[in-house]
């Protein structure tokens, strides 16, 4: 399916599939190797919402993957979704080195530059949701959430906003890499719920963490080593929300030897449940990782933004505007010159032919 088919089925927002496949091998920032993934992405409207709010990001040149699930409406939340993405896209395709150097940006500390350029993408999004939110009113209130990985040598850095969730799918058991910033999550984490007394709870869908619901935004990190057969899932909670983790376990190992299967068999026990919300999944399997001494970093919250940050973050976001006017301008086609004497006086000449043909066949 081209880029353009792909677009106009997103553009429906009854399905998009915008990339699934192998990554080959490629060269990242100082020289370091970029494992070879087996990725599949795919999301589904259920069987209840009017319109698909969740967004899928795969990019396979920088190898950065993302599941955000809009919220605001069905157009606002899938606007905000989208504009996520984009931000991310831009970040690391356009603007990477630039983002990386500037001492205004500084995370504070020495991570792998994957990870780092991941924290300051999702910022940047933030910024960008927000934007897009005060400058329209029809948009006001709009947000989503955000889990998204990025990979380098030998390491995969998670990064997340909200309550769509990152997985490692080992043999025996899935583990979680993500912890929900969710109301329901915090009553569990404080008061010690089950999950069966979680779910008896009143606003299991408030969130407390979203892109685009204030300037700035506090992002969890956590830094994971990977190897070959590693398998990792990031969902919306379209899947998560309706199935507990035994549940996904038991459909993803039935389907680990084919991540593709496991991908629709996932969604298609979300639609079995009912289909109440949206559902995506990204299914992420390593199959070549070059060791590296880069290290795992256990999970962490940068904090909201300074406010020399934030002035820089909006000098970064005016290039992204500008950037986004010029990509979206079409050159008007050159008028065609009218004919010329010779051309219209050889049409009439093979019309006075084709008369006379025609005079001489009805006198007959």
């Not at 677009?7 to 399905?15: K, P, R």
């Not at 970029?34 to 919402?49: F, M, Q, S």
């Not at 010690?192 to 963490?209: D, M, P």
């Not at 399997?285 to 590296?292: Q, T």
Request: aromatic share 6%.
């Amino acid at each position: 399916m081209t880029d353009e088919a792909i677009n106009e089925l997103a553009g429906t927002g009854i399905f998009r599939l915008r990339w699934g496949g192998v990554i080959r091998k490629g060269q990242c920032r100082k020289g370091t190797s970029l494992p070879k993934l087996n990725v599949i992405g795919k999301t589904d409207l259920g069987l209840v919402r009017p319109g698909n709010e969740d967004y899928i990001h795969l990019d396979e040149t920088n190898m950065v993957f993302a599941v955000c699930d809009g919220m605001g409406g069905h157009q606002a939340g899938e606007i905000a979704a989208m504009t996520a993405a984009q931000a991310l896209q831009t970040t690391f395709s356009a603007y990477a080195k630039g983002i990386l150097d500037d001492p205004s940006l500084s995370l504070g500390r020495t991570l792998p530059y994957s990870a780092d350029l991941l924290i300051k993408s999702i910022r940047l999004a933030n910024r960008t949701v927000a934007g897009e939110a005060a400058r329209n009113a029809e948009l006001s209130g709009m947000g989503t959430t955000v889990v998204a990985v990025s990979f380098e040598a030998d390491v995969m850095s998670v990064a997340h906003v909200g309550d769509s969730r990152a997985y490692r799918v080992d043999e025996d058991q899935l583990v979680p890499l993500t912890n929900d910033h969710s109301w329901v999550a915090e009553m569990q984490r404080t008061h010690h719920l089950s999950e069966i007394e979680a779910s008896q709870l009143i606003g299991r869908n408030v969130i407390t963490r979203a892109l685009g619901v204030k300037n700035v935004v506090e992002v969890d990190l956590r830094i994971l080593k990977v190897k070959p057969g590693d398998i990792f899932l990031l969902c919306s909670d379209g899947l998560c929300g309706y199935a507990d983790d035994d549940d996904i376990f038991a459909v993803a190992r039935e389907a680990r030897q084919d991540i593709n299967r496991m991908a629709n068999d996932l969604i298609q026990m979300a639609n079995d449940r009912g289909g109440a919300d949206n559902v995506s999944v990204i299914v992420i399997e390593v199959l070549e990782a070059a060791e590296s001494p880069l290290p795992e970093v256990e999970p962490m919250t940068f904090p909201v933004e300074t406010d020399i940050q934030q002035t820089a973050e909006d000098e970064w976001l005016g290039r992204f505007s500008v950037r986004s006017v010029e990509a979206h301008e079409q050159v008007a086609p050159e008028p065609k010159a009218p004919p010329s004497k010779k051309v219209l006086f050889g049409i009439l000449l093979v019309f006075a032919v084709l008369a006379a043909i025609i005079i001489f066949l009805a006198t007959k």
